[in-house]
């Protein structure tokens, strides 16, 4: 279970040209944690940064005339979408080039990808691939080598490079709409899922947010998760949670279990530590005997190491093994939580006996217990944001 006890702030990616400390998802403490920076030590020797040149190139606000200009070699600025911010977007370097008569290359940001045109495609197409390329989590245009949108604006294939070296074909396809909700089919190498989300949602960064969190996922644990649901809504069971923990402004940001979870509120927690959290609880069941949803032996680790990595794990076991999962995959994506270990050994350091199975997950060498699944659940669970 991931709770807020307040209403949920946005979660955002890495915004181009903003200055200031880096901000990170802190799924213990329900907001997002500026981090640490060390001291600037001004002296009389001290020099002034040079003016950025980009101060001085032209703001083009219709797409279409940018990619015109850019084409001609003009250089330029693009706004793009602020999540937290919205009446305040941000800018941030455009270029295009032809590489070929239905081939472009395309840097934002700093970023380049090959954006690929169908030969039938329509003569707005390149601007509505464009239209969605500058929607995307600026994680994913950074991994992004190919793109070439389908039949829809939300359709698309992409070719990914991830910063671990693994290079991943990625597919996207509206699988259907039911109400006000649209459901599509995510594959992401061999792995394939769901992703459904409110028909009025910013979907071409959800799917992308989706993808990037995913391929943070060692392959093999990739087919733990068969489906992800964002709701915008509050979790029905809220009251309930609230008068357990005796918190009247409790609100979970997100459930997990059963090989599935669901993000409350919009998109706003759809961040590492969230999904990490509850992700870990359908890895859980993956390697139990016992039908619960924390591996064979995590409690006798727990009373060997004699210590929670927050203060959320006291909950009980299962909470611990999210909370424990999630501060293990944050770290390995060198993105550690404000609170408690910020390397791989301090982590084993002061967590010995569960850093033993959770890396033996990671790493490949236990491997889940085939005869329990999702059937096996004992249901969805909350984690602490």
């Known amino acids: 279970m991931c709770r807020v006890d307040a209403a949920p702030r946005p979660v955002l990616p890495p915004q181009p040209r903003t200055a200031g400390p880096t901000q990170r998802s802190d799924s213990t403490q329900g907001n997002v944690s500026t981090a640490s920076r060390d001291r600037l ?52 370097p455009f270029a295009i080039t032809r590489e070929a008569p239905n081939r472009y290359q395309v840097t934002l ?41 389908g039949d829809r604006p939300d359709e698309f294939q992409a070719q990914l490079h991830t910063p671990s070296g693994e290079d991943l074909p990625v597919r996207v396809a509206v699988a259907g709409q039911t109400g006000d909700k649209t459901t599509f089919d995510l594959t992401i190498g061999m792995f394939r899922f769901k992703l459904t989300s409110p028909s009025g949602n910013p979907h071409a960064f959800e799917v992308g947010e989706a993808i990037v969190l995913l391929s943070q996922i060692p392959g093999p644990l990739r087919p733990v998760l068969h489906e992800m649901a964002i709701d915008n809504g509050s979790d029905p069971d809220d009251p309930t949670f609230a008068k357990q923990f005796g918190l009247a402004s409790f609100t979970s940001a997100a459930t997990g279990g059963n090989a599935g979870m669901t993000f409350w509120h919009g998109d706003n927690n759809l961040a590492p530590g969230v999904f990490f959290h509850e992700f870990g609880h359908s ?48 770290i390995r994506n060198g993105q550690p939580p404000r609170l408690g270990p910020q390397t791989l050994a301090e982590f084993t350091q002061q967590f010995p006996a569960r850093a033993a199975i959770v890396e033996a997950i990671f790493e490949g060498s236990r491997k889940p217990n085939r005869d329990s699944g999702p059937e096996d659940a004992t249901g969805p669970r909350r984690s602490p944001k």
């Open 41 to 92: 030590e001004l002296s009389r020797q001290a020099k002034a940064e040079p003016p950025d040149p980009q101060e001085d190139w032209p703001i083009v606000e219709d797409l279409g005339e940018a990619v015109q200009r850019a084409l001609n070699g003009e250089s330029l600025q693009i706004r793009l979408p602020n999540r937290q911010l919205p009446d305040r977007p941000l800018l941030t």
């Open 283 to 330: 890895l859980g069941q993956q390697f139990s005997t016992k039908h619960t949803m924390v591996p064979d032996g995590w409690e006798e680790a727990i009373a060997k190491d004699g210590r929670t990595v927050t203060e959320y794990a006291k909950t009980d076991a299962d909470e611990d093994f999210a909370e424990t999962w999630m501060t293990y995959l944050l």
């Open 109 to 149: 940001g700093g970023h380049a990808t090959s954006l690929n045109v169908p030969d039938n495609a329509p003569p707005d197409a390149l601007i509505q691939a464009l239209q969605v390329y500058r929607q995307f989590p600026e994680e994913l245009r950074a991994t992004m080598v190919t793109l070439q949108l």
